[in-house]
């Protein structure tokens, strides 16, 4: 084999290595398994992805460059060198096309987005602990940053009532500490700029007890005159769930977790449902829902993890919201996010999806437990919702639309 073309297909078998161990690494932190036992495996993962081509170039290194010929050995090597190979040309043919369809142009009609720069509103970047300050070194680190992301979405059964309705998606604040409070005082800020119908919030809000009260004075200044919704993820589970939820309810906004709510949009009868499978149990009973025929609704879930689509399909759900993967935080040239914690590996990890009358919308998320972003910067969705009569309207950044104050 020419050294160029071996170079070539090594460097193609690296990437299809890191794949390999990243999508199982994704499909751990998908399960609801004990920490330190999701953890053990992560660490499991990292040290054979690090240790294994360093065996496969022991076992398949010659006594001379010039002789190498690892793809023509017989042994596990080799058969894993060909393993991995095939594996990353497979996804550099098949994952740029997948990456055109993240949104998916059936349900996504128009989009507009404008970037803010939160550091620069606050003149300081609000940014504590070791980890962050490490992160913050990669000049092109996007964490300090708000996109505001306005999509307009055609949902099938959209009543007429609720034509153009306006939903604020955000989710994945993981207030932790190492993003001060002043980020995500601009979030609140920036949500209520945009004077949305509705406000969803889909879990991951606050992992540390020493941020419990940064919920009034962020989340519970959010105002929408249908109501501000909220469920929780796997992360708050790292503090006390009940106390979370007390603070959120105090704060004025309505708690959906394992629950269904029954109110009404513009005239319209809709129920909400909030799922936090699979780490706090229970889900609403989707064969307890009346059949629509029996009592039309428009029907909206709230769930932490893409994971529960399925869910949302058997509940008859018209559109379901969703979080937990980030947008993979890190999203690569061509190859697009790869990190990202669910049993689909990165397909569900941002963007617009339908599965029969279904819609699904995955934020990237506002924050994430290390504070890092590329290519990925996190999001405010004002979804736009629109039935399939609608004529295409390209969503502006102006109109209603106020400025956030800066601090």
Not at 45 to 65: G, N, R
Not at 197 to 207: F, L
């Amino acid at each position: 084999m020419h050294p160029a073309v071996l170079a070539l297909a090594i460097a193609i078998a690296l990437l299809g290595h890191g794949l390999l161990w990243l999508g199982l690494v994704n499909r751990i932190h998908s399960w609801a398994g004990p920490r330190p036992v999701v953890d053990g495996l992560t660490l499991t993962c990292f040290l054979l992805a690090c240790s294994l081509p360093l065996a496969t170039a022991w076992q398949l290194w010659p006594a001379e460059w010039a002789a190498w010929a690892p793809f023509d050995a017989d042994n596990f090597a080799a058969g894993y060198l060909w393993l991995c190979l095939a594996l990353g040309a497979t996804t550099l043919a098949w994952k740029p096309w997948q990456e055109t369809r993240r949104y998916d142009p059936r349900v996504q009609r128009a989009h507009a987005s404008e970037v803010t720069d939160v550091a620069a509103e606050l003149g300081q970047r609000p940014l504590y602990g070791w980890k962050a300050k490490v992160c913050d070194l990669w000049p092109w680190n996007e964490a300090l940053t708000l996109s505001v992301d306005l999509r307009q979405l055609e949902v099938p059964r959209l009543p007429l009532e609720l034509e153009r309705l306006t939903i604020a998606h955000i989710t994945d604040l993981h207030m932790t500490g190492r993003v001060g409070l002043g980020f995500y005082e601009q979030l609140a800020a920036h949500v209520n700029a945009l004077r949305p119908d509705v406000v969803a919030i889909t879990g991951d809000i606050v992992e540390e007890p020493e941020c419990w009260p940064w919920l009034a004075p962020t989340l519970g200044q959010l105002t929408a005159p249908l109501g501000v919704y909220f469920v929780l993820g796997n992360h708050d589970d790292f503090v006390t769930t009940d106390r979370t939820r007390e603070l959120l309810v105090d704060a004025g906004l309505i708690c959906l977790s394992g629950r269904t709510v029954r109110t009404e949009w513009n005239g319209v009868p809709t129920m909400l449902l909030g799922n936090e499978l699979p780490w706090l149990p229970p889900a609403p009973d989707v064969s307890a829902l009346p059949p629509r025929s029996e009592l039309p609704q428009f029907r909206v879930a709230l769930v932490h993890t893409p994971d529960q689509f399925g869910w949302c399909q058997r509940a008859d759900v018209d559109l379901a919201l969703a979080g937990h993967t980030h947008g993979g935080q890190v999203q690569l040239p061509v190859l697009g996010p790869v990190a990202s914690p669910s049993r689909f590996g990165a397909k569900y990890a941002c963007g617009v999806f339908k599965r029969g009358e279904t819609v699904l919308h995955v934020s990237r998320g506002v924050a994430g437990k290390t504070p890092l972003r590329w290519r990925c910067p996190p999001e405010i969705a004002l979804l736009e919702l629109t039935g399939p009569r609608s004529a295409v309207t390209a969503p502006t950044l102006a109109g209603p639309r106020q400025s956030a104050p800066s601090s």
